[in-house]
Each structure stands twice: as structure tokens, then as C-alpha cells.
């Protein structure tokens, strides 16, 4: 069994920054790519960032150079560090860890943006 719990979401103002964690723990080895992912309002889920278990990164366009995706082999913890939030920041935001080709995800972490 495999849990992901994500922690971190808040109300931030727009401009603001925001950490997210998540911690991975179960049975967990050959934990692979890491990633984080959103959810807005009336909106599918997107991709917003990963990391490989190399420790290369990619992003979206939308959040490039605001966001930074981070993880710690040893505490099996993934973080996200977003700044300079905009409004359209505001989703649910997920967090996944593919595991022997399989996906496993957190249940979601609130961030709402006000303008």
C-alpha cells in the first residue's frame, strides 16, 4: 500500500508565495518520477511540474521560473515552492509518485489566489 498526503495548501495573495509538501510512505520502493499536478475550478487536471529519480525537473510554460519542484530521497518527500502567484494559480493541487508503473496520488491541497 502506497499513501500520499500533501500539505501546505493555503490563501495567499496574488504576488504571494506558497510551499507545498508531500510525504510518500507505504511501500515505496523504486519510487520513479515525481510530480505535482492541478485542478481548477470547472477545469480538467494539468501537469504542472516533475521530477525524475535522476533529479531532472520540467515544468509547464504557465508556472516556468515561478515554481520549483524539489524532492528528498531520504525523507521520501516532495516539495513544490511556488511564487509570484497569480489568481490562476488557484486549483487543488495533487501530488504523484509513479511507483513500479504505477501512479499513486495525494487526495489534493487547496491554494486559492485573491487578486
Known amino acids: 500500500q502506497v499513501q500520499l498526503v500533501e500539505s501546505g495548501g493555503d490563501l495567499v495573495q496574488a504576488g504571494g508565495s506558497l510551499r507545498l509538501s508531500c510525504r510518500v510512505s507505504?511501500?515505496?520502493?523504486?519510487?520513479?518520477?515525481m510530480g505535482w499536478y492541478r485542478r481548477a475550478p470547472g477545469k480538467q487536471r494539468e501537469w504542472v511540474a516533475q521530477?525524475?529519480?535522476?533529479?531532472?525537473?520540467n515544468y509547464a510554460v504557465s508556472v516556468k521560473g515561478r515554481f520549483t519542484i524539489s524532492r528528498d530521497y531520504a525523507l521520501n518527500t516532495l516539495d513544490l515552492q511556488m511564487s509570484s502567484l497569480k489568481p490562476e494559480d488557484t486549483a487543488v493541487y495533487y501530488c504523484m509518485a509513479n511507483i513500479r508503473a504505477n501512479n499513486y496520488w495525494g487526495q489534493g491541497t487547496q491554494v486559492t489566489v485573491s487578486s
Open positions: 507505504g511501500n515505496i520502493l523504486g519510487v520513479d518520477t
Open positions: 521530477i525524475t529519480r535522476g533529479g531532472r525537473t
